[in-house]
């Protein structure tokens, strides 16, 4: 049998809104369809620049290209030229992002008409359960659907790439290979030694004064933060730039700037540390599959809606601890009382075996929703 006459083609759109969540989202979801289901993806993206910091192999001149498999397509503005042929049998539309009107045209020219989804964001609320696969008729007979990731079985389930879990765990139980990942941004055997936290966060949050509570706590720390994140504040505490390659140590906390890393490694980054600081939506996903105490700094949203959105999974979150959900409040502005840092990191601190424990029984639950790139495949296949 010729297997390219038979291989499902797939169209990813993506536009991104703001930071990288958008295209490291897609570009993970689209590399997992193509490496383990075989699928013939392109990804539409219009922002090659954002789409370069997570994958320095992506060239931010080219219209066209190839990232291992996968096509990658400059989506500038391109309409009416489409044609039914170029039409893939799936196509996906992220987070609303309105595809060109001449590809839509194109679907409805095509026989069969594509299976069309719109993958929606990652949240704990109860409503989505209630949306998730939810039919849209659009004009011209075509439908969409809309597809939800989340944190039950009545919901996508969340990206997890196959053998991830296994890579971890060989990771973790090697102090070598995890020492000498660490050395090649410069992290020394002292700081190896010492708790060791990832930071990545927006820049409203409130880093000052959980470096001052560190500082002035007794253990020693080191907070490892890729550059361009929480920028004034490590500059404050650095007394300079903060490029990678940058520390500075005061008190117990040691500050170090590692070099924006690709998405690919970025992983080994949240088994190395003790604690991970994550935001958005891919890099906290990651986190709960590194399996690691983490604090989550949501997207902020108008009207405060993510502090709902907090509180919905902190109240899901079958590892959150009074601790925690004191600490993620404030860390997100979203708490009732005035934030006093050191005791409020303290009581984080003391909670941090618990939490690791019931993290990793939350990884179990969400394992047994299945995960996303095959939920949405088997999706896929019953509304074809
Ligand atoms: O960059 P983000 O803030 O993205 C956000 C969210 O996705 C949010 O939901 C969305 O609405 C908004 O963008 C527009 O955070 P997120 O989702 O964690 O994405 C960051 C990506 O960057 C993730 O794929 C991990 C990757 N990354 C690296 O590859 N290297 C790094 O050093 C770091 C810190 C992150």
């Not at 890099?283 to 009207?303: C, L, M, N, T």
């Not at 303290?346 to 790139?373: C, F, T, V």
Request: net charge negative; glycine share 6%; hydrophobic share 45%.
């Amino acid at each position: 049998m010729n297997h390219r006459t038979t291989q499902t083609s797939l169209a990813l759109f993506c536009k991104v809104v703001d930071n990288y969540g958008d295209i490291g989202i897609c570009w993970r979801l689209a590399r997992q369809l193509e490496q383990e289901h075989g699928i013939a993806v392109t990804l539409w993206v219009d922002d090659l620049a954002s789409f370069q910091r997570i994958c320095p192999q992506v060239a931010v001149d080219r219209e066209l290209q190839q990232v291992g498999a996968v096509t990658i397509r400059h989506w500038s503005g391109q309409d009416g030229v489409f044609a039914a042929a170029d039409v893939a049998d799936i196509v996906i539309e992220f987070f609303a992002c309105d595809i060109p009107p001449g590809y839509i045209a194109a679907m409805a020219e095509r026989v069969p008409h594509p299976v069309w989804l719109n993958l929606e964001g990652l949240s704990a609320e109860a409503w989505v359960e209630g949306c998730h696969a939810l039919p849209s008729p659009q004009s011209r007979s075509l439908t969409k659907y809309f597809f939800f990731p989340g944190f039950t079985n009545k919901t996508g389930g969340l990206l997890l790439e196959s053998g991830l879990l296994q890579q971890r765990q060989a990771f973790q139980q090697d102090p070598a290979v995890m020492a000498a990942f660490l050395r090649q941004f410069g992290v020394t055997p002292a700081e190896t030694a010492s708790l060791k936290v990832s930071l990545f966060c927006y820049p409203q949050a409130p880093a000052p004064a959980l470096f001052e509570a560190w500082q002035n706590g007794g253990a020693a720390m080191t907070c490892l933060v890729p550059e361009g994140v929480a920028v004034d504040a490590v500059e404050t505490f650095l007394g300079r730039a903060a490029l990678a390659g940058a520390s500075a140590t005061r008190g117990a906390l040691t500050v170090r700037v590692l070099p924006f890393i690709p998405q690919q490694d970025y992983d080994k980054l949240l088994w190395a540390c003790d604690l991970n600081f994550v935001r958005g939506e891919d890099s906290f996903v990651r986190a709960q599959w590194a399996g690691k105490p983490f604090v989550w700094h949501i997207y902020p949203q108008d009207e405060d809606l993510h502090h709902v959105k907090l509180n919905a999974f902190l109240q899901s979150y079958t590892a959150t601890t009074e601790n925690l959900a004191e600490f993620s409040l404030n860390w997100n502005e979203a708490a009732k009382k005035t934030a006093d840092w050191a005791a409020l990191w303290a009581s984080l601190a003391a909670d941090m075996p618990k939490i690791a424990i019931m993290a990793m029984d939350w990884q179990r639950q969400m394992l047994a929703n299945g995960d996303l790139a095959c939920n949405l495949l088997k999706f896929a296949k019953t509304v074809r």
